[in-house]
Antibody
Framework: QVQLVQSGSEVKRPGASVKVSCKAS????????ISWVRQAPGQGLEWMGWISGHTDTTNFAQRFQGKVTLTRDPSTNTVYMDLRSLTSDDTAVYFC????????????WGQGTLVTASS | DIQMTQSPSSLSASVGDRVTISCRAS??????LNWYQHKTGKAPKLLIYGASTLQTGVPPRFSGSGYGTDFTLTISSLQPEDFGTYYC?????????FGQGTKVEVK
């Protein structure tokens, strides 16, 4: 069955960077991309960006351009989200989700990773 | 960016009730509209895609309709496990914006 397993919670100082991983299994990694969605405390879901499953093509919401880098490692079926210059506003649960064809139909999700930016 | 507006922001209904949640897009998005259910501490779950197609494994009491700018998610007979927050999301253009959510409480 399709599974997306994310790395564990992180606590970082403001100004630091964090890298969250999302390991896929149960399907052919290169056939589907991965989107990233976050939920800040008490807030709704916010789409951040997407990376293709078979190329390094990415697409971001404007507010995350320059803030987020998405990379992929087909040898380990893993996608990475690098979030830099953390502020308290970046404290959130970050989800990866499978996004086949780039249509943003997010049919399988990771369990979420809590990132806390705090001094 | 396309803005998605849901109503109501919250509702409380009894088991067996018919529940309707609305979602309006700021620009026409044809049928590029998906619905998710999210329970606290869990991953969101895809319910409906393409405005009206039921995701595999989702109970048929869930249904979706709409085209253009106005969409509806209906739960025909609310069940105790249907509590949570429901989100619409447009997949017509980037950024793939979500509505603000509708919190459903089962009395």
């Amino acid at each position: 069955q399709v599974q997306l397993v994310q790395s564990g919670s992180e606590v970082k100082r403001p100004g630091a960077s964090v890298k969250v991983s999302c390991k896929a299994s149960g399907y052919t990694f290169t056939t589907c991309g991965i989107s990233w969605v976050r939920q800040a405390p008490g807030q709704g879901l916010e789409w951040m960006g997407w990376i293709s499953g078979h190329t390094d093509t990415t697409n971001f919401a404007q507010r995350f351009q320059g803030k987020v880098t998405l990379t992929r490692d087909p040898s380990t079926n893993t996608v990475y989200m690098d979030l830099r210059s953390l502020t308290s506003d970046d404290t959130a649960v970050y989800f990866c989700a499978r996004d086949c064809g780039g249509y943003a139909i997010l049919d399988h999700w990771g369990q979420g990773t809590l990132v806390t930016a705090s001094s | 960016d396309i803005q998605m507006t849901q109503s109501p922001s919250s509702l409380s209904a009894s088991v067996g009730d018919r529940v309707t949640i609305s979602c309006r897009a700021s620009h026409a998005i044809t049928t590029s509209l998906n619905w998710y259910q999210h329970k606290t501490g869990k991953a969101p779950k895809l319910l409906i895609y393409g405005a009206s197609t039921l995701q595999t494994g989702v109970p048929p009491r869930f249904s979706g309709s709409g085209y253009g700018t106005d969409f509806t998610l209906t739960i025909s007979s609310l069940q105790p496990e249907d509590f949570g927050t429901y989100y619409c999301q447009q997949s017509y253009s980037t950024p793939r914006t979500f509505g603000q959510g509708t919190k459903v409480e089962v009395k």
